[in-house]
Nanobody, 125 residues
Framework: QVQQLESGGGSVQAGGSLRLTCTTP????????MGWFRQVTGKDREGVAI???????SYTDSVKGRFTISEDNAKNALYLQMNSLIPEDTAMYYC???????????????????WGQGTQVTVSS
């Protein structure tokens, strides 16, 4: 069951930027471990960025220094700012959530009980 809604995907050229947004009226983000996964057609979903309830963030190596995950508790919104995009970032991006603190391993799909429907990001060279 979809619990949250993503937006902000689109098509950009390499070097460009996009900001993804995740929102939901169903629960309070600050009480959950939140993050973003992505999936390329034919491949497994991979964790991209996670933010814990205390604000600690984790990033997969391929996006460090280019992507930033953040929350706006007043708006109950989760963001993924993506800069310096490369064609390898092309994927469907999913907002994920886990009740309580983040578990380990932090980028394991099984840690997250709530998934959005995804928003497509396409980066052309």
């Amino acid at each position: 069951q979809v619990q949250q809604l993503e937006s902000g995907g689109g098509s950009v050229q390499a070097g460009g930027s996009l900001r993804l947004t995740c929102t939901t009226p169903r629960y309070t983000f600050s009480e959950y471990c939140m993050g973003w996964f992505r999936q390329v057609t034919g491949k497994d979903r991979e964790g991209v960025a996670i933010i814990d309830r205390d604000g600690r963030t984790s990033y997969t190596d391929s996006v460090k220094g280019r992507f930033t995950i953040s929350e706006d508790n007043a708006k109950n919104a989760l963001y993924l700012q993506m800069n310096s995009l490369i064609p390898e970032d092309t994927a469907m991006y999913y907002c994920v959530a886990r009740g309580g603190a983040c578990g380990r391993p932090i980028f394991s799909r099984s840690q997250y009980e709530f998934w959005g429907q995804g928003t497509q990001v396409t980066v052309s060279s």
